[in-house]
């Protein structure tokens, strides 16, 4: 089993940049596929999620009162063709400067990918 994460960069505040996650190794259109990411000291925490078909989606932040809240920014998306999930981001802010992770979980069952850092500066 494999998730490799591509895309991560540097990027300006309000600037925008797309990842990618590659799947290999398990059947990918069973499994929802999440974005993670670690902000400097903080513990990582879940940004987005997608159904295995796609039809369903939700973001960190859609019910609560969030600071980093990414929803009306970031977009997800898969392609169960191509085995590979994507995080668009827009009108990135500094505080969304984290190690981004990949993640596929069917029931008990969890994968992750190794991570690919976004550093939003000026």
């Known amino acids: 089993v494999q998730l490799v994460e591509s895309g991560g960069g540097l990027v300006h505040p309000g600037g925008s940049l797309r990842l990618s996650c590659a799947a290999s190794?398990?059947?990918?259109?069973?499994?929802?596929m999440n974005w993670y990411r670690q902000r400097p000291g903080k513990e990582r925490e879940l940004v987005a999620s997608i159904s295995g078909s796609g039809g369903s989606t939700d973001y960190v932040g859609s019910s609560t009162d969030y600071v980093g809240s990414v929803k009306g920014r970031f977009t997800i998306s898969r392609d169960n063709a191509k085995n590979t999930v994507y995080l668009q981001m827009n009108s990135l802010k500094p505080e969304d400067t984290a190690v981004y992770y990949c993640?596929?979980?069917?029931?008990?069952?969890?994968?992750w990918g190794q991570g690919t850092q976004v550093t939003v500066s000026s």
């Open positions: 190794g398990f059947t990918f259109s069973r499994y929802v």
């Open positions: 993640n596929a979980r069917r029931s008990t069952v969890v994968y």
